[in-house]
T-cell receptor, first 110, second 118 residues
C-alpha cells in the first residue's frame, strides 16, 4: 500500500487554527489531494499540491514537502461548519487509481 | 457542466440477496470511473476502477463485481450479499490528466448509496 498516515481525530475551538498532517510513501508520487467529507455525505475536493510549499485558498491552506513525504492542511478561523473528516489522497498514477488515507475527524467546539 | 448520478440512495437487503448499484456520468467523455466503499466510521476503500469500457481493475478480493457496459455507466453488483457488505458506496469520476488546473484528475463523487444488509 501507500502507507498513508493521518491522525484519527482532532478537536479545536471556533475561531482557532488547526493543522492536519499527512505522511505518505514517496515512491512514484505525483501530487497530493485533500478532500473534505461531512458526516453522511460524499467527499468534496479541497486542494491539490504538486510543488513543494504552501498554497493558500481562503481560510484553507495546504502544504507539501515531496522529499519528506509530508503534507498538511491548515484551517484558519475555524467555523462550526468545518466539523468534518479530512481525507489525504496521494496521487501515484496521475489519477488512475486514487487511494485515500484513513481520514482525520475534526470537531469544532463553540 | 459534468454531473454524476448514483442510485438507489438507500437500500436494505437481506443476506444472500443480489445487489445492483448504478452510476452514470454526464457532460464528459471517457472518464475514469470508481467505486468506493466506506464502512461506518471508517475510511474510503477503493473497490474498483475503470479507465474505459470493459476495463475493470479490482483492488480487493470480495464477493462484489463491477461492469462498465457504456462509456459513462458503471455498475456495482453482487450475487449474494454478506452482512459485511453493509456500508456507504460511492461512485466517482475523473478525467485522466496531469493536474487539476483544467479540472483533470480531481475526483468528483456521486451522492452515495447507503446499503444495509440484514
Amino acid at each position: 500500500g501507500q502507507n498513508i498516515d493521518q491522525p484519527t481525530e482532532m478537536t479545536a475551538t471556533e475561531g482557532a487554527i488547526v493543522q492536519i498532517n499527512c505522511t505518505y510513501q514517496t515512491s512514484g508520487f505525483n501530487g497530493l489531494f485533500w478532500y473534505q467529507q461531512h458526516a453522511g455525505e460524499a467527499p468534496t475536493f479541497l486542494s491539490y499540491n504538486v510543488l513543494d510549499g504552501l498554497e493558500e485558498k481562503g481560510r484553507f491552506s495546504s502544504f507539501l514537502s515531496r522529499s519528506k513525504g509530508y503534507s498538511y492542511l491548515l484551517l484558519k478561523e475555524l467555523q462550526m461548519k468545518d466539523s468534518a473528516s479530512y481525507l489525504c489522497a496521494p496521487d501515484y498514477n496521475y489519477g488512475q487509481n486514487f487511494v485515500f488515507g484513513p481520514g482525520t475527524r475534526l470537531s469544532v467546539l463553540p | 457542466s459534468q454531473t454524476i448520478h448514483q442510485w438507489p440512495a438507500t437500500l436494505v437487503q437481506p443476506v444472500g440477496s443480489p445487489l445492483s448499484l448504478e452510476c452514470t456520468v454526464e457532460g464528459t467523455s471517457n472518464p475514469n470511473l470508481y467505486w468506493y466503499r466506506q464502512a461506518a466510521g471508517r475510511g474510503l476503500q477503493l473497490l474498483f476502477y475503470s479507465v474505459g469500457i470493459g476495463q475493470i481493475s479490482s483492488e480487493v478480493p470480495q464477493n462484489l463485481s463491477a461492469s462498465r457496459p457504456q462509456d459513462r455507466q458503471f455498475i456495482l453488483s453482487s450475487k449474494k450479499l454478506l452482512l459485511s457488505d453493509s456500508g456507504f458506496y460511492l461512485c466517482a469520476w475523473s478525467v485522466f490528466g496531469r493536474g487539476p488546473e483544467s479540472g483533470a484528475n480531481v475526483l468528483t463523487f456521486g451522492a452515495g448509496s447507503r446499503l444495509t444488509v440484514l
